[in-house]
């Protein structure tokens, strides 16, 4: 059984208010070129299918065009909501598209939707887990104590009936602890939302959404994100996209390759002084229809920078600037390394600075309640 594992799509996403429908359209066309070239038996999409719970008609047809393209190439489909979807709206039709070998995972209810796919070998289960908060698997297993993202996937997954003996794929749309996140992510502050990898111990292979860097986790070659199929902020700049093709033959037996991804404008950097950028000699070497993020050494803030910048170079991104007052500022402690830190040592730090004295014990629990109910903690 072959597949080819991508994720995070987010059709209908805009880049610095481009709209990357051409992009997506482009990249989209690709993946599903690669799946037949590869002869995949299905395609999965681990979560994040549209950027917005409440997609534009735009993006709701450009997904149509998608999963028709795969259907009429006699290709499966599997696949889940992630955070940025609505649950509800991804599984509409699930029941009926089922036959037509199209997955989608139904909004979670105390049971994960499983998808069988036979070979020579047997059965491959693939479970189409959807993203949960804490809070969706509490309310259906009320008796269980569930304090944090790792219980709640866990208890999620102990509620499902899984033959370990038979090869088992897990879509999955959640923060693996250990993986490295970019700008493109919603991060919560302090890692309150990661998922210890222990939780996927047993499965064959786990098709990771949610972060947007291709990555394997924990030295664990078989739980791996496939990371965007495009570059969606300038954190990314550097990265190439690409999507994991695997194929499982006996239990155990697993290999996996990345196939790279050409998008159809690229995102790229350009460094310089505003006048050489500016300069015809520099910029008739640049691919201008890139999607282009500008940064200027010059001293001084130039306020016309923008309008000029935008009349050579038709997409540029963001300007920013590598100075003396720059790296000052990058050097300075203000920009400490703030991830590794809870919100509430965050916010006790800021109310430290700002009033001389650490809060008291009433404060704090009023803020750790708060803080439990904003992200869902608990
Ligand atoms: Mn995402």
């Known amino acids: 059984m072959k597949f080819l594992h991508t994720s995070d799509l987010h059709i209908g996403i805009k880049l ?30 681990s979560g994040d299918i549209y950027d917005k719970s409440v997609a534009s008609e735009e993006a709701v047809s450009l997904l149509d065009e998608f999963i028709s393209d795969i259907y009429s190439r006699g ?11 609505s649950a509800d709206r991804i599984s509409f039709g699930d029941r009926i598209m089922d036959s037509a ?42 008796e269980d ?39 493109s992510e919603n991060v919560t502050i302090g890692g309150l939302d990661n998922v210890d990898s222990e939780v996927f111990n047993g499965f064959d292979y786990v098709a ?24 969606y902020s300038v954190s990314e700049v550097r990265q190439i996209k690409s999507v994991i093709i695997g194929e499982i033959s006996q239990k155990g037996n697993i290999s996996l ?29 640049i691919n201008r229809e890139c999607y282009i993020n500008i940064i200027l050494t010059d001293e001084e803030e130039n306020h016309f920078a923008v309008s000029e910048i935008r009349k050579i170079y038709p997409r540029f991104l963001k300007i920013s600037y590598d100075n003396t ?18 919100p509430l040592e965050l916010i006790s730090e800021l109310y430290l600075t700002q009033n001389g004295m650490d809060m008291t014990p009433k404060q704090q629990e009023a803020l750790s309640a708060m803080i439990e109910e904003i992200w869902e903690v608990k």
């Open 16 to 45: 610095y208010d481009y709209s990357l429908y051409e992009d997506q359209k482009h990249i989209l066309n690709q993946i599903v070129d690669i799946a037949e070239r590869e002869d995949v038996d299905v395609i999965l999409l």
């Open 208 to 231: 990771l959404g949610h972060v947007h860097s291709p990555q394997i986790i924990g030295g664990n070659e078989n739980i791996r994100y496939s990371g965007t199929p495009l570059k």
């Open 101 to 142: 070998g199209i997955h989608f995972s139904h909004t979670y209810d105390g049971t994960i939707k499983k998808v069988v796919i036979n070979d020579k070998y047997g059965d491959v289960n693939i479970y189409l887990f959807p993203f949960i908060k804490p809070t969706n698997v509490r309310t259906r297993y009320p």
């Open 325 to 342: 007052r720059s790296n000052f500022y990058s050097e300075a402690e203000v920009f400490s390394d703030s991830s590794s830190k809870t």
């Open 145 to 183: 104590e569930i304090n944090n993202y790792t219980e709640a996937v866990s208890i999620a997954l102990r509620n499902t009936d899984i033959d370990f003996s038979q090869r088992n794929i897990l879509l999955c749309h959640q923060y693996v602890a250990g993986s490295i996140t970019c700008d």
């Open 75 to 85: 290709i499966k489909v599997c696949a889940i909501s992630g955070n940025h979807d």
């Open 257 to 285: 390759n990345k196939v790279e991804l050409t998008p159809l404008r690229d995102m790229i950097t350009i460094k310089g002084k505003l006048s050489e950028i500016l300069d015809g000699e520099f910029y008739e070497k």
